[in-house]
């Protein structure tokens, strides 16, 4: 396995403890795993690129590692994160990894794009901003509702801009 697919798989590895911390309340080390798991987001690219070592296996574990990683956190988070952002979030992610699977039937591989990767950084730093509300013990309402509504909105538009360019995969 190369260093790439490494950091990638870190991500699911990291899940699991972020989650056990949530559960017992532990923000600070939930929050200090969660940015070394979501500079991992940033690393496997970097040095997939870095060392010439992208693959298709690569891109499609990074995929999922994200929504493993940020979708089971989310879940973790509920109700300080609306139940609605999440269900439409991983609503989201289904449509779109339905989108891949039948894109990669046809031998396409359809990529993240920049929409994607703004609602991933979004959905992030709403996490990392709860995570240090309850770890201060404040809340800043106008703040967390604020990324609520921005990664509402990326999530939509992101779905409707990969069923949009991939809609050939689609039949139509």
């Known amino acids: 396995m190369n260093l790439p697919n490494a950091l990638t798989l870190s991500r699911v590895v990291l899940t699991v403890p972020i989650f056990a911390l949530l559960v017992y309340e532990k923000w600070q080390w939930a929050l200090t795993l969660f940015v070394i798991g979501a500079l991992t987001d940033y690393f496997d690219g970097f040095f997939a690129r870095r060392l010439n070592q992208v693959t298709k296996s690569g ?33 989201r992610d289904s449509v779109v990894s339905a989108v891949r699977i039948l894109a990669a039937s046809g031998g396409i591989v359809v990529q993240a794009n920049i929409w994607g990767k703004v609602k991933t950084v979004l959905q992030m730093t709403l996490i990392i901003f709860l995570f240090f509300e309850n770890a201060l013990g404040v809340k800043i309402s106008f703040i967390e509702a604020t990324f609520v509504y921005l990664c509402a909105f990326f999530t939509l538009s992101s779905a409707m801009i990969y069923i949009f360019q991939n809609k050939k995969a689609l039949g139509g």
């Open 59 to 91: 891109k499609v574990l990074d995929q999922i590692a994200d929504k493993v990683f940020v979708n089971s956190i989310l879940v973790a988070l509920i109700p300080q994160i609306p139940a609605w952002l999440v269900a439409l979030i991983i609503s």
